[in-house]
């Protein structure tokens, strides 16, 4: 295959994007802790001085919708006017409408909440089985984010996204050729003390030394001051940041966003499954690298079609591994959330830094790999 590059971005849970996305899994996450059956689509707009808060929910529950959303700026840390954005200050502005009768009989069929098309991929790069480049990513974005929460960095303000550029050759990553960091930061901090920063406590700290070299470009801020950021500067909304959700430019993308989305929605619940399916793959040593794909329609109460990509790698053939996946794993949507045991305010924690590769989320575990191995080996 020769040298190649892949990459990802990882925004910071203060980025406009994220910060909606964060507050439509903090509401989705309080009206299932209320009500484990509410239906839930929510999608959130944020721009200097307000959040708008629009969709459609059914449930047995009341949520204090203005609450949740001040609550989850202020753990941000959009705490201080002079950022622009506050949660003390933002205005809260709500349209939410009971879902669409048809919707809610479709899925009481037990079928899909939605028609969609989804996607899970594994490899050998990393321990949790991600793609090299966005562990990496996140693993710095989260790491500048912790510092600044943790009080070390108090001239750090919540906006900032870290890119990360793999070479790779023959499929084995060699090392990162380009590695650019934006942080949001206060007008009276240098840039140069604010970049010997970054690089000593986040880079220096999450990056392995290893994968740096002499061709490796690190860059900070390199368009200069980043005092102004958050919505006030960029509008925020949800579902914008699909592929850093996911994998990078890895794999493909299904098309649709998670956050805000109850488990009947299978672009969600399923995209969950899907990972699951090919992490086990590759796990149990049959791929180094597989894709898993799924499509799903609204009330239809069945997988309408499914496909594995393992790219050469594969110690099994692909129309058994195919077999034994749909007879191990269930793929209707109300199996699904059943198995994955969904109905809970698990979702909040997904919302940034990927939703995939944190080994305390169901569809990470690793539970069907004796079963699996005794029907392939």
């Known amino acids: 295959m020769g040298r190649y590059i892949k990459m990802a971005e990882s925004p910071t849970e203060g980025h406009p994007d994220k910060l909606a996305d964060l507050i439509a899994d903090a509401l989705l996450d309080e009206f299932i802790r209320k009500d484990p059956y509410s239906r839930v689509s929510l999608e959130i707009l944020l721009i200097s001085g307000m959040t708008f808060v629009s969709g459609h929910v059914s449930t047995e529950s009341y949520v204090d919708i203005p609450g949740i959303v001040r609550s989850t700026i202020k753990e941000v840390g959009y705490n201080r006017p002079e950022y622009g954005f506050d949660a003390d200050t933002s205005a809260v502005i709500t349209s939410i409408e009971e879902q669409s009768p048809e919707i809610a009989l479709g899925i009481s069929s037990e079928g899909a909440g939605d028609t969609a098309t989804v996607i899970g991929y594994a490899c050998v790069e990393t321990q949790s089985y991600m793609p090299l480049p966005i562990t990496l990513a996140h693993n710095l974005s989260k790491k500048i984010s912790d510092i600044r929460k943790g009080g070390k960095a108090p001239f750090l303000r919540p906006d900032g996204k870290a890119l990360i550029t793999v070479v790779y050759e023959n499929e084995n990553p060699l090392f990162i050729k380009d590695l650019v960091v934006f942080v949001q930061h206060d007008p009276d901090v240098s840039l140069d003390n604010l970049r010997e920063f970054i690089y000593e406590e986040a880079i220096r700290k999450v990056i392995p030394s290893n994968l ?27 579902g914008r940041k699909i592929v850093s959700d996911a994998y990078g430019d890895v794999a493909y993308s ?65 129309e058994k591994i195919k077999k034994v996946l749909l007879d191990v794993f269930p793929t209707g949507p109300k199996k699904i959330i059943d198995f994955l045991d969904l109905r809970k305010p698990i979702y909040k924690k997904t919302a940034c830094y990927g939703h995939f590769g944190k080994e305390d989320l169901s569809w990470e575990k690793l539970t069907k790999i004796e079963e699996l191995k005794a029907k392939l080996s």
């Not at 470009?217 to 950021?229: D, Q």
Request: with cysteine; aromatic share 8%.
């Open 254 to 318: 299904g098309g649709s966003a998670f956050s805000g989305k109850d488990p009947t929605k299978t672009d969600r619940s399923a995209s969950y499954l899907a990972r699951m399916m090919a992490k086990h793959i590759v796990a149990c040593g049959f791929a180094r690298r597989c894709m898993v794909q799924m499509a799903y329609a609204f009330g239809v109460s069945e997988v309408l079609a499914f496909d594995l990509e393992t790219y050469g790698t594969e110690t099994v053939d692909k």
């Open 212 to 238: 740096i070299s002499e061709n490796t470009k690190i860059m900070i801020n390199p368009s200069g001051r980043f005092v102004l950021g958050g919505p006030v500067a960029d509008a925020g909304q949800t």
